[in-house]
Antibody, heavy 122, light 108 residues
Framework: QVQLVDSGGGLVKPGGSLRLSCAAS????????MSWIRQAPGKGLEWVSY????????NYADSVRGRFTISRDNAKNSLFLQMNSLRAEDTAVYYC???????????????WGQGTLVTVSS | SSELTQDPAVSVALGQTVRITCQGD??????ASWYQQKPGQAPVLVIY???NRPSGIPDRFSGSSSGDTASLTITGAQAEDEADYFC???????????FGGGTKLTVL
């Protein structure tokens, strides 16, 4: 069955860095666009970034552009989010998610990781 | 505007029908998707496209759209449907992705 396992969260000081990982299994990872979506404590969902199936195309929310970098390793069925220059407002649970349809950008995501908490505080 | 607006809270009596709405100009062009989120859990996709349910989602969940408003209808709400519901659209390039603020559904 499809499984996404998020890891790498933790407590980091403002200005610090963190790298999140998402291990995928149960499907052909290289066939799907993947995304990171976050949720601040008690708040709604916010799309952060997505990456094409080959990794050749990426896009970011304005709030993280220039600070975060999404990448993937299709040989290891893994998705990553490198987060630099972290701010208090980046505090959130970060979820990786799989696009609904293979081989194309989809209108929705159908599988989510369990999330990993990132706390930015001094 | 690209924003999506949802009522913060809605309640329904057990077994009754409830409609959760999502309003935004972009919904005149794009279908909304709907996600259910229970406390401490990741969101779950319940409706996408015109009115499509992923495998495993009960048929009491349905979607519809009119003008700038998308709706999620639960026909015969169950206690386990108590959750937060988020609407969302993503443009055809995938470069613009907006979530509504969420609706907390209480089943009485």
């Amino acid at each position: 069955q499809v499984q996404l396992v998020d890891s790498g969260g933790g407590l980091v000081k403002p200005g610090g860095s963190l790298r999140l990982s998402c291990a995928a299994s149960g499907f052909t990872f290289s066939d799907y666009y993947m995304s990171w979506i976050r949720q601040a404590p008690g708040k709604g969902l916010e799309w952060v970034s997505y990456i094409s199936k080959s990794g050749s195309y990426t896009n970011y929310a304005d709030s993280v552009r220039g600070r975060f970098t999404i990448s993937r390793d299709n040989a290891k069925n893994s998705l990553f989010l490198q987060m630099n220059s972290l701010r208090a407002e980046d505090t959130a649970v970060y979820y990786c998610a799989r696009d609904l349809r293979p081989h194309q950008v989809s209108e929705a995501v159908d599988y989510w990781g369990q999330g990993t908490l990132v706390t930015v505080s001094s | 505007s690209s924003e999506l607006t949802q009522d913060p809270a809605v309640s329904v009596a057990l077994g009754q029908t409830v409609r959760i709405t999502c309003q935004g100009d972009s919904l005149r062009i794009y279908y909304a998707s709907w996600y259910q989120q229970k406390p401490g859990q990741a969101p779950v996709l319940v409706i996408y496209g015109k009115d499509n349910r992923p495998s495993g989602i009960p048929d009491r969940f349905s979607g519809s759209s009119s003008g700038d408003t998308a709706s999620l209808t639960i026909t015969g709400a169950q206690a386990e449907d108590e959750a937060d519901y988020f609407c969302n659209y993503r443009d055809s390039s995938g470069n613009h992705w907006v979530f509504g603020g969420g609706t907390k559904l209480t089943v009485l």
